[in-house]
């Protein structure tokens, strides 16, 4: 009678797993298992000598490239470059006059030119027949952070720069830890309030939160870590209509949206005193 529906391949089953039992299948596995290890030492072992023998052939052929064609470095141009020494450049790159072009490895090259904190970016390329061209953007000073009495330069995104060895009289000087990053921010926002920004003689940051700013006639202004706009803003307006930074001042706090305080000079506070003593 035929079978309607699926057929029973239980025995089929069967025969495969005493096939599986079998020594002889059994030791052919293993034995071919062996083989093909065996196979990929030996392409290992043969690997490494002829590496070796091909970077010996390869360097031969630079050499005759160098030799017979004059493909040897003799001349490096650097463009962009603004404040950095060329010295400077040409020993961190690392590299030697005659040395063979092809053996030059560019990527290297422009790494160690990166680890200079000036160098924002550069591209290092070929320029035939003998000269390597490197193209520079440098980080450019924006102001001058007080680190534990030493000065800093640093950059607009907060880079720093190093210590300072030449005066900058005219950036902008900033104290407290983590100014070199948000001053950015602060001196773009002082351009809408030119009154306050061009008597700036020292910004203060603090607690990573918040700024102080010291006017050259020494009046601190304690700006608030919310709404500094709005601060700049009504100070500005106070200086037009009451010349409130021309003052007797030595400082307005101005960290409470309801309230401020104004404190007056030591000057002012003596001749006060006087009066009441008198």
């Known amino acids: 009678m035929r079978q309607i529906g699926p057929s029973n391949n239980t025995g089929s089953f069967a025969g495969l797993k005493r096939t599986l039992r079998r020594p002889a ?3 052919g596995l293993r034995m071919g298992l062996f083989a093909v290890i065996i196979g990929l ?3 290992l072992v043969m ?3 002829w590496a070796v023998y091909y970077e010996e052939k390869l360097g031969q052929f630079e050499d005759y490239l160098a030799r017979e064609h004059d493909m040897k470095l003799q001349k490096i141009l650097v463009a962009g470059r603004r404040g950095l020494d ?3 450049i040409l020993d961190l790159m690392g590299v030697i006059e005659n040395e063979p072009m092809l053996r030059l490895d560019l990527h290297a090259i422009r790494d160690r030119l990166l680890t200079h904190p000036v160098i924002r970016e550069v591209s290092v390329r070929y320029v035939e027949p003998d000269t390597l061209l490197v193209t520079l953007e440098e980080r450019l000073p924006m102001g001058v952070w007080i680190d534990g009495g030493l000065p800093k330069l640093f950059s607009h995104d907060g880079h720093e720069l190093g210590v300072m060895e030449v005066d900058h009289e005219d950036l902008p000087r ?3 830890p983590g100014a070199p990053e948000a001053a950015s921010e602060l001196m773009n926002m002082l351009l809408d309030y030119p009154e306050i920004g061009k008597r700036l003689s020292l910004a203060i940051r603090i607690g990573h939160r918040r700024w102080n700013l010291r006017l050259d006639s020494g009046l601190e202004i304690l700006l608030p870590e ?3 706009a709005e601060a700049l803003a009504r100070i500005t307006s106070m200086q037009e209509e009451e010349a409130i930074l021309d003052r007797d001042l030595s400082s307005i706090d101005a960290r409470l949206d309801d309230r401020w305080f104004l404190k007056l000079s030591p000057r002012i506070r003596e ?8």
């Open 174 to 176: 900033f104290a407290g």
């Open 86 to 88: 060329q010295d400077e």
């Open 226 to 228: 919310a709404r500094m």
């Open 47 to 49: 690997l490494v000598p």
């Open 25 to 27: 299948y059994y030791w």
């Open 41 to 43: 030492g030996f392409a």
């Open 271 to 278: 001749q006060l005193s006087q009066k009441e003593r008198a």
